[in-house]
């Protein structure tokens, strides 16, 4: 075992958590139960203090999960135990391929089991003290095995492609890597809405009706060639609304939950739709597509230069260097480069959440868009006063307080002046 180098791994792993843990405390610290003055436009005295409490008891369960996989990660450093399943897994064959498969199966199989139980309390529990879940025993059970099932299936088959690769291709196998990987990752922006969701929703295209023609007399105003409207029965499992904006090209379409319909009045539903199609318009979502390529593409030529060392797998505790331990060791190593790739992609998410929210005021409405929003952040219990530091970090979209200061500067441009019919 590579003591230094198995040092720097414990090292990287503590920092990690330790860092998580202060940026949890630092948000905990804005929790209260009185009503703060700034949050009185979305909240009462009632509900403010219970979407504290979900707050908390998120938060609470969080915390155990985090500190046992911690534990559970450390023991297996310190203990040698990554070793040990390299290992088993040489003894199932011989083939590189193989033996990767089995040692992340199981990887896996061991911290999915731990992390398993936490899942099943956040819904059967947390999530049901609070109205939030409908989903039944049968389908969460149904929606497990297909979830490992699809893993099994897609992260298998890249990393089988991607062990291929580094046999046969020598000092070039990343730029191969990165080509599969990029060809998955559009192929799954185009297509993830018609082939990945039916597996677990079903989708009807919307009926004729005030809401389907008021999208469609938006987009046409707004030059949005869209066709596929469809309506996802979200609420087989949640009470929680939401919508989204998938595809590309002929492959576009637009997704309402069934439980946003329900819930929001035709101006509020058009609101949210005019902020996803903000972000197509954008081309929020190419942009996207391509930080994502070129982090992808960095991260595997760096990846290159270091896989080959057997100082990786000496120090996850196996004397026979391999690709899959060296993939895994690196992924440790490379994770403050990574959270702060990610910080700069929730930044660079968060501005392009601002130009979303400016595309549907000036092109829509604002005070519609202010409308959805509010009851949006307040049917889902969100915490609307994060912490600076935790919000910098973690979050993907502005805060509640945020967009609606954001919105307000157009709250007089009002554009519905368009037939519906």
């Known amino acids: 075992m590579d003591q230094p180098l198995l040092y720097v791994l414990v090292g990287i792993v503590v920092l990690s958590f330790l860092f998580d843990l202060l940026l949890d405390y630092l948000n905990s610290t804005l929790w ?43 023991a297996f450093l310190i203990m040698g135990g990554f070793g040990w399943l390299d290992e088993w897994a040489r003894g199932v064959s011989e083939n590189p391929i193989v033996i990767a498969l089995v040692f992340f199966a199981g990887v896996g199989i061991i911290f999915g089991v731990v992390s398993f139980p936490f899942g099943v309390y956040h819904t059967f529990v947390v999530e049901q003290k609070y109205g939030f879940n409908t989903i039944t025993i049968k389908t969460f059970v149904l929606d497990t095995l ?20 580094y046999e046969v291709a020598g000092q070039w196998f990343w730029i191969y890597a990165w080509i599969v990987f990029t060809a998955f990752s559009v192929l ?4 993830y809405s018609t082939l990945i969701v039916p597996i ?44 989204y904006f ?42 996207g597509l391509l930080m994502s390529v070129a982090n992808t593409g960095f991260t595997l030529a760096i990846l ?8 990786l797998s000496q120090a996850l505790g ?12 690196f992924g440790i190593l490379f994770a403050p480069l990574s959270m702060a790739t990610g910080i700069m ?61 954001h919105l307000k500067k157009f709250s007089t441009h009002d554009t519905r002046n368009y037939s519906t019919g």
């Not at 799954?188 to 297509?191: C, N, V």
């Not at 929703?201 to 469809?230: D, Y």
């Open 246 to 287: 998938a595809g590309l090209g002929k492959q576009k379409r637009i997704v309402l939950y069934d439980t946003l319909i329900k819930d929001y009045t035709t101006e509020e539903l058009v609101a949210i739709l005019a902020h996803e199609i903000g972000h197509y318009k954008k081309k929020h979502v190419r942009k």
């Open 304 to 311: 290159a230069l270091v896989i080959d060392n057997p100082a």
């Open 345 to 405: 992609a929730n930044y660079l998410s968060r501005k392009h959440e601002y130009e979303a929210d400016a595309f549907a005021a000036t092109q829509y409405d604002s005070d519609a868009a202010q409308s959805a929003l509010k009851k949006l952040y307040k049917t889902h219990l969100a915490n609307l006063r994060p912490h600076p530091w935790y919000e910098f970090v973690h979050f993907s979209h502005p805060g509640l307080l945020k967009r609606l200061k």
């Open 188 to 191: 799954m922006m185009m297509f």
């Open 146 to 165: 297909k979830g490992i099932l699809l893993t099994s299936l897609i992260g298998g088959g890249l990393l089988a492609l991607f062990i291929w690769f």
């Open 32 to 74: 209260t139960n009185s009503l703060p003055e700034e949050v009185k436009e979305v909240y009462d005295q009632d509900s403010y203090k219970r979407s504290q409490d979900y707050e908390k008891e998120n938060f609470g369960l969080s915390r155990k999960k985090e500190i046992l996989t911690f534990l559970l990660t450390m």
């Open 200 to 243: 677990f929703n079903k989708q009807t295209p919307l009926g004729e009706g005030e809401v389907r023609n008021a999208i469609e007399a938006f987009a046409k105003k707004a030059g949005f060639s869209i066709s596929n409207i469809f309506v996802i029965d979200g609420s087989k499992r949640s009470t929680k609304a939401n919508a």
């Open 318 to 329: 196996s004397s026979v260097p391999s690709a899959h331990l060296g993939l895994l060791a």
